[in-house]
């Protein structure tokens, strides 16, 4: 593995050091001369991608923890220890490999990695051996700085240091090919990364979706401004190539949704903007690793030049890695594509875990363990994330009716909330800790809820909350994106399929009485919707706003007060053709 260590000094001018370094490199090793005479060799590279780890050191629990196979079959996957053993498996099949990742392998983290800053999934990465990985938008949930922290270590400026007396920080480095300092257009982060195996140099670039702004608190990110995916990819895979890097390969933190299929099947969803990305970018790109959309998929897409190359997603919490095997001519350095081959595997829980690894997730467990383990209500059965047809989900609901009745001193008549930040199923079986059946702990309310966003009630009038509503149909870097807010008991309407983006929303009800378009309502939303999180701007022009509580404080104390709670009932929101 190639150690890295960023310091603040090099931070803009990283991109040219490593390129003026790769130049006299490739000038200097007569093995990598373009004047090779020799007669032409190969070289086999096994790249071993992970994308939407989360921070999902453990093995993860319900559906997250489970990988459906094209027959249908389930099998259980996952956690950091196993991934461990299967690269190393993996890595044993061959005499080179690079580890690399599609980002968001930090953020939105069970509170065994999340209570600590992530720095236990940190550590954990670098003692696989992680080689580089694109920066993904949850890498920026705490800002640009503490993604800075989390790369050239250092304790935590206001909680310090609790995993260990000191944080090291990454040995990888984190890219971010499109990603500039709004003041000077500089290089926020590493644009690439180059990799020599058997002396041929492999270059990587990295970056995150350009939409990380409405993604994650803007306040975090004002200084940074994110450019369009394709042409980053294109200016710094001209630069590789104008450097004598040939074999180039895309991590991308944006990927495509799925009509379901196994791991090695190909049923992303016609005009994803992943495949677009995949499709565009420039011909001397040689396969796409991608991330997001926490699907799986193995595709093959034709470049701009009419060439095949692989386009692959492996699920998300650690329960795939995708697996791209190249074969480069030594002597031009480039990959043939004809010889590519991609799978993804899937990260059973049949192999022993890695006895170091373990390590590191049982002091992160000891450490979490008398918070986590703490019970705090109790379900009657399991409660899941997954949407129906019209977008509700019984977890979603039950959230939504907590944040209504956290607020209720606030006026608040109706809540509203974002399907993005809930995170697990609340799963009725014991976790590992033994608290029993049917027992909800405070790690796995965590679990579900992990962003501690603030509650807040704002004034909206029912036009206001009707544009709003109308917004959970947008059209992103060309294709239409879907987010269907979760509500709260008392609020039902119907939405069309058919109709045009901005009418799409009828019959809205509100405690069995239609809505007024003049009137007023006490809505709470989250302070990342109510900031005008994932394109919800109609939420901006609320007034009277009042603060609550944390969002996850709310969701205990509903199930604390509720014992033996049930799944919600659906239909509070319907479809009509």
């Given amino acids: 593995m190639t150690s890295f260590r960023r310091t603040a000094q090099r931070s803009a001018a990283l991109a040219v050091t490593a390129a003026a370094a790769l130049a006299v490199t490739l000038v200097q090793n007569p093995a990598l001369a373009d004047k090779d005479n020799r007669p032409a060799r190969t070289v086999d590279v096994r790249l071993i991608g992970i994308n939407d780890l989360h921070g999902n050191i453990e093995p993860p629990s319900g559906s997250s923890g489970r990988v459906t196979l094209s027959d249908g079959t389930q099998v259980d996957a996952g956690g950091a220890a196993f991934n461990a053993t299967h690269i190393r498996n993996l890595q044993a099949e061959v005499r080179n490999s690079v580890i690399v990742g599609q980002g968001d392998l930090v953020g939105a983290s069970p509170i065994v990695s999340a209570l600590f800053h992530d720095e236990p999934t940190i550590e954990v990465l670098n003692k696989v051996g992680m080689d580089t990985t694109a920066a993904g938008n949850h890498e920026f949930d705490e800002g640009y700085r503490e993604l800075l922290r989390m790369q050239r270590g250092g304790c935590h400026p ?82 590789l190539n104008w450097l004598g890097v040939k074999s180039i390969v895309l991590l991308i933190h944006q990927g495509d949704n799925t009509s379901g299929g196994g791991p090695d099947e190909c049923r992303t969803v016609a005009g994803g903007p992943g495949r677009k990305i995949a499709e565009q970018v420039s011909p001397k790109i040689d396969a796409v690793f991608s991330g997001h959309s926490h699907q799986h998929y193995n595709c093959t897409v034709t470049d701009p030049a009419g060439n095949p190359r692989p386009f692959i997603e492996g699920l998300a919490f650690g329960r795939e890695l995708s697996v791209v095997d190249l074969k480069i001519d030594k002597r031009t350095r480039e990959v043939v594509r004809s010889a590519t081959v991609a799978r993804n595997h899937v ?231």
């Avoid at 090919?177 to 257009?185: G, R, S, Y």
């Avoid at 290089?187 to 993604?215: C, H, N, Q, S, Y």
């Avoid at 979760?486 to 009828?506: D, M, R």
């Fill in 158 to 239: 206001v909680d310090g240091c609790q995993f260990r007396e000191g944080y090291g920080g990454a040995d990888f480095p984190i890219l971010g090919a499109n990603v500039t300092l709004a003041k000077n257009d500089l290089p926020a982060l590493p644009p690439f990364w180059v990799e020599f195996r058997d002396g041929v140099p492999i270059g990587f670039i990295g970056m995150p979706l350009k939409d990380v702004p409405i993604l994650v608190d803007p306040n975090g990110i004002k200084e940074l401004e994110f450019g369009d995916e394709v042409a980053a990819a294109n200016r710094y895979a001209d630069l």
């Fill in 347 to 577: 990260v059973t829980r049949n192999v022993t875990a890695d006895p170091e690894v373990q390590a590191i997730i049982d002091l992160a467990k000891s450490k979490s363990g008398p918070i986590a383990n703490r019970p705090i209500g109790t379900i009657a059965q399991d409660i899941p994330r997954a949407q129906n047809p019209a977008g509700e989900s019984p977890l979603g609901n039950l959230i939504a009716d907590s944040q209504l009745a956290a607020t209720a001193g606030n006026g608040a008549v109706l809540a509203l909330m974002n399907p993005g930040g809930v995170r697990a199923d609340l799963a009725y079986a014991s976790s590992p800790a033994g608290e029993g059946d049917g027992v909800v702990t405070y790690g796995e309310a965590f679990t579900v809820q992990p962003f501690g966003n603030i509650l807040q009630t704002v004034t909206l009038t029912g036009a206001q909350l009707k544009a709003a509503l109308e917004q959970q149909w947008q059209v992103v870097n060309g294709a239409q994106r879907q987010i269907i807010l979760q509500p709260s008991a008392g609020l039902t309407y119907s939405w069309s399929a058919s109709a045009p983006i901005g009418s799409k929303v009828s019959g809205i009800v509100l405690n069995g009485t239609p809505l007024d378009p003049a009137a007023s309502y006490r809505v709470t939303i989250n302070s990342f919707l109510q900031g005008g999180g994932d394109g919800f701007s109609a939420f901006t022009g609320g007034t009277g706003i009042t603060g609550g509580g944390i969002d996850l404080d709310g969701f205990t104390a509903f199930l604390t007060a509720n014992p033996n709670t049930a799944p919600p009932a659906l239909g509070r929101i319907t479809t009509t053709p």
